[in-house]
């Protein structure tokens, strides 16, 4: 099913968004904004399921150029044509190998929830609600990843801290890298990009699509969803901090256990002998 290429993407509504009530979100998305990236991640939600079936089953790369069949034509992608259908930025870093140490250094303060500098191989409950969200929206639809999406890794901090920090990135070659990795045989690359791909193919004019289905409402970011996120992170949050209560007095209850075991043949109700027991012995 095409569905499963989208299960865990994410699309940004930014005119919704950037009405929000809420500073920090917006912030948070005036920085998606000002990356270049509005384009990219708010294109029209328009899917077509049959068409990316045929892409993802046929596609490959040849020469830096993606090659794919799609009801019998070819289609050819290239990063030029990726990059001015997207309106991506060209310039700047194109690996992140190249994120500045300093950079990552005072992105890991400006996110914190404490304020103390978060782990890098923590758990995204660190930061502020917005980064929160922004490292959903880093691993679901930038990097497109698969598996657990409240770990940190050094991955998604960085193209973080490209955000948080105004690091200049060539987001066309880094995004064209990803689609790339989608359709070579042996990497293990997730596939995505559904609503971006689909954008593309649309371009081709002999190219039948088939049916147009919309994407899931629930899968774009508005201020609705925006909220809804921040009711269910919270609630996971104070769960969270619920159990850690009680792991902490099991711990400690078991250490207490450890130090005073009880001894055999001491009286156990009589407070006096409990307290001498307590002072003098060894």
Not at 35 to 60: I, K, Q, T, W
Request: one cysteine or more.
């Amino acid at each position: 099913m095409a569905s499963s290429l989208y299960s865990n993407a994410q699309h940004v509504d930014f005119d919704s968004v950037l009405a929000m009530d809420d500073p920090g979100m917006v912030s948070m998305f005036e920085a998606l904004e000002a990356s270049g990236l509005r384009r990219f991640l708010g294109c029209p939600a328009v899917v077509y399921e049959d068409a990316l079936v045929d892409f993802f089953e046929n596609a490959s790369v040849r020469n830096g150029v993606v090659f794919s069949t799609v009801g019998g034509q070819i289609v050819q992608i290239s990063e030029e044509l990726f990059a001015e259908s997207f309106e991506l930025p060209i310039e700047g870093l194109g690996d992140l190998s190249e994120m500045p140490k300093d950079a990552i250094f005072d992105a890991r303060s400006i996110v914190s929830l404490s304020g103390e500098q978060i782990n890098l191989s923590g758990r995204k409950n660190q930061m502020k609600m917005p980064y929160r969200l922004l490292c959903d929206i880093m691993a679901k639809a930038i990097s497109v990843k698969a598996g657990s999406f409240n770990a940190i890794t050094v991955e998604k901090f960085s193209l973080m801290t490209a955000l948080v920090c105004g690091v200049k990135m060539n987001w066309a070659k880094y995004l064209f890298g990803i689609l790339k990795k989608m359709v070579a045989v042996k990497t293990k690359q997730a596939k995505g990009f559904a609503i971006q791909i689909s954008l593309l193919l649309a371009t081709f004019p002999d190219v039948e699509l088939g049916e147009a289905s919309e994407f899931p409402a629930s899968k774009i970011l508005s201020k609705k969803t925006v909220l809804r996120f921040i009711d269910r992170d919270g609630a996971e949050e104070i769960k969270e901090a619920a159990k850690e209560k009680v792991v902490s007095k099991k711990r400690t209850a078991a250490v207490l256990k450890q130090q005073y075991p009880k001894r055999r043949g001491l009286p156990r109700r009589d407070p006096f002998l409990l307290f001498l027991h307590w002072r003098w012995w060894p």
